[in-house]
């Protein structure tokens, strides 16, 4: 088949199918058919012609480009057992198409015969180095991926990626200075690079030294364009599991740079991802402070900090300054509504109902706030209302953990219907056991608290991210189980003295949230619970 007529008739698929991409919603389905496309382009050729080799290959890299990994190795020994041995760069090609098949299904002995077979064609094959070095250290063989990937640097002396390997056969062989050397070097020849220092806080993390490799994500984020956001992303989860060595880094950082904005931004959303308020507020506040942003978004979550700080009054102020510059946010009126609601004595429930009614002319469907229109009206004990709305969201969302919970809440709590509120509390049932499906609060309604203790004990497991919001429903469950006999009470006020070592910072949910069905209202009168508010008193201050 003439190969330009050929790629013409893909190119002419690949245009038909994006034409009808309309957003980016489309885009998963899109792609799905413009690779059915293609594939169909191909597979017509084929059956035309099934010999030959240089269209199979072709198809066999679009199956692997799909995830079709058994389909593209079937294709590549296709071509393996069609093509003539003259064909040297296809053949070693097709071992090496062979080679990441395998890797991606880690079946690294057919990865290492498929490598070993593309270099007695080509041995001056870097990509085939390379891969032979990957493979080799991921199966353990140290000696074999030293020895690959110090041939790269002979022939690439400059090689990044080369020397970010060498660092990890390093770390494994416990020489941990040897492996800084090889990553220092690294950024000392390609200084604008972000990728060489995220090698480098890879390397780092692994030797626990997590400041300095927080501070390398940093510069990675300052030296050049990190088009897949990837440092960022790595500083962000790196602060799960080491929050005070990121937010040290960023201080640093803030301290040498305190008019770039990124910096004061980014240990602000790291600060409230972990419900750090106190500290996001005081990074926010710099932002406004210095002018170093003026986006909609920085006043409501200022304004977000400062309602779970119980600082009311100013956060009405922020989040009217966000809706001002953007009015078009359901989120930003369904925050000013909660700021309405706690007000002064915290009842005001007509307005915030009028400023939930402007979020839903926004998008009558908008999930949020139909719950927040539906607790708000639990609250006001306008339980019909509140059923009507919870019902239009389950009909959107029908395995709504929070919706089925409250709904199953007013059913058995506020309309008398045990065999509704049964069902919906059974229906949270078929879910995981994550924490936000709040399982546990499903089992004790239906009389299981045994299981209900279990599922507390497991999301605290399953949960290391610092912000202690795990302990939190805990306490909230076991007070609400509430067995004497059992310890609830005790061990209610443990999770919360957890919740506050581990930070915890919503001094809102604390004190005054009493909305059904998650909150801390039997807590709060337990004798020691004042003691620990005052014990952690630094939780809810402004500080860096």
């Known amino acids: 088949m003439n190969i330009k007529k050929f790629l013409w008739a893909v190119l002419i698929a690949l245009c038909a199918i994006q034409a009808v991409a309309q957003t980016a919603d489309d885009d998963a389905r899109v792609r799905q058919r413009v690779q059915a496309a293609v594939i169909k382009v191909y597979d017509e050729a084929l059956e035309k012609k099934p010999g030959d080799y240089d269209t199979r290959f072709a198809r066999a890299n679009q199956l692997y480009y799909n995830g079709d990994l058994p389909a593209a190795i079937a294709d590549a020994k296709l071509v393996l057992e069609q093509a003539p041995a003259k064909e040297k760069e296809l053949l070693h090609d097709t071992y090496l198409l062979l080679a990441r098949c395998y890797d991606l299904q880690q079946d690294y002995d057919n990865e290492i015969e498929a490598l070993s077979q593309a270099a007695t064609i ?22 074999a991926a030293e020895k690959n990937f110090q041939t790269i640097l002979r022939d690439s002396p400059m090689n990044y990626d080369a020397l970010y390997w060498l660092a990890q056969v390093e770390v494994k062989r416990n020489n941990y200075g040897k492996a800084t050397d090889y990553a220092d070097r690294a950024v000392s020849l390609f200084t604008a690079n972000p990728q060489v220092y995220i090698n480098r806080a890879d390397v780092l993390t692994q ?7 927080a501070q390398d ?40 740079a305190p008019q770039v904005g990124m910096f004061q931004y980014v240990r602000a959303i790291i600060a409230l991802r972990q419900l750090h308020y106190g ?37 009405l102020s922020n989040v009217n300054k966000a809706i001002a510059m953007q009015g078009n946010e359901p989120d930003y009126y369904i925050l000013k509504s909660l700021i309405e609601q706690y007000q002064g004595k915290g009842n005001n429930y007509s307005q915030a109902l009028a ?16 719950l927040a229109r539906a607790r708000m009206m639990v609250n006001a004990r306008n339980n019909q209302g509140a059923l009507e709305q919870l019902n239009a969201l389950l009909a959107i969302e029908p395995a709504n953990a929070e919706a089925l919970l409250l709904r199953g809440w007013v059913y058995k709590y506020r309309l008398s219907k045990p065999s509704a509120a049964r069902s919906d509390f059974e229906q949270m049932l078929t879910a995981d056991e994550t924490m936000t499906n709040l399982r546990g609060f499903a089992l004790h309604e239906l009389g299981r608290a045994d299981n209900a203790r279990q599922w507390a004990q497991k999301i605290i497991a399953d949960n290391k991210i610092i912000g202690g919001e795990s302990y939190y429903y805990a306490a909230a469950l076991l007070s609400d189980i509430g067995d004497a006999k059992k310890g609830d009470k005790d061990q209610a006020i443990e999770y919360l003295r957890s919740a506050l070592a581990n930070g915890y910072g919503s001094l809102h949910s604390l004190k005054a949230d009493e909305t059904p069905y998650v909150n801390l209202k039997l807590v709060r009168r337990y004798p020691t619970f004042e003691t620990l508010m005052k014990e952690n008193a630094l939780n809810f201050e402004e500080r860096r």
């Open 207 to 213: 030797i626990q030294q997590y400041v300095p490799a």
């Open 217 to 256: 994500l940093i510069s990675a984020m300052s030296v050049g364009s990190d088009d897949n956001n990837e440092a960022i992303t790595q500083l962000v989860d790196m602060s799960d599991n080491h929050y005070d060595a990121v937010m040290e880094a960023l201080a640093s950082s803030i301290d040498k």
């Open 122 to 143: 080509n041995p001056k094959s870097m990509a085939c180095v390379d891969m032979l070095g990957k493979v080799s250290y991921k199966v353990g063989d140290l000696d």
């Open 355 to 370: 400023t939930l009614d402007k979020a839903a002319g926004l998008n009558a469907k908008y999930t949020p706030t139909l």
């Open 279 to 315: 500290q996001a507020l005081k990074n926010f506040k710099n932002i406004i402070n210095y002018n170093l942003y003026d986006y909609h978004s920085i006043y409501y979550y200022t304004a977000l900090c400062q309602f779970n700080l119980m600082q009311y009054d100013e956060a």
